[in-house]
């Protein structure tokens, strides 16, 4: 049974910085790949950052330079450093893990929200 619990997000000005963990458990493959993602009511998840078991990371254009996506040495924690944050990265924000960096089929957090104003 695989889960994943989001915490870290919260209310903080334009400017500001907030640390996003992920606590993973239960996935027994080898390989695999963490994601960030975001949605805003209305709107489709969109992928933010992705790290593969390899230590590979993607970033979406409109956080790089701006997000960091990391894990600890367990693997099982992920983390998402996001720093000059803006009002438009208001969203609830999702921990995924898949097989695939495509995500094919992934296992979901079940979020936390982070407000920029």
């Known amino acids: 049974h695989v889960q994943l619990v989001e915490s870290g997000g919260g209310s903080v000005q334009a400017g500001g910085s907030l640390r996003l963990s992920c606590a993973a458990s239960g996935y027994t493959q080898t390989r695999y790949c963490m994601g960030w993602f975001r949605q805003v009511p209305g709107k489709e998840r969109e992928g933010v950052a992705t790290i593969s078991s390899g230590g590979s990371r993607t970033y979406a254009d409109f956080v790089k330079g701006r997000f960091f996506i990391s894990r600890d040495y367990t693997k099982t924690n992920l983390f998402l450093q996001m720093n000059s944050l803006k009002p438009e990265d208001t969203a609830m924000y999702y921990c995924?893990?898949?097989?695939?960096?495509?995500?094919?089929?992934?296992?979901w957090g079940q979020g936390t929200q982070v407000t920029v104003s």
């Open positions: 995924a893990i898949d097989h695939w960096c495509t995500f094919p089929r992934p296992n």
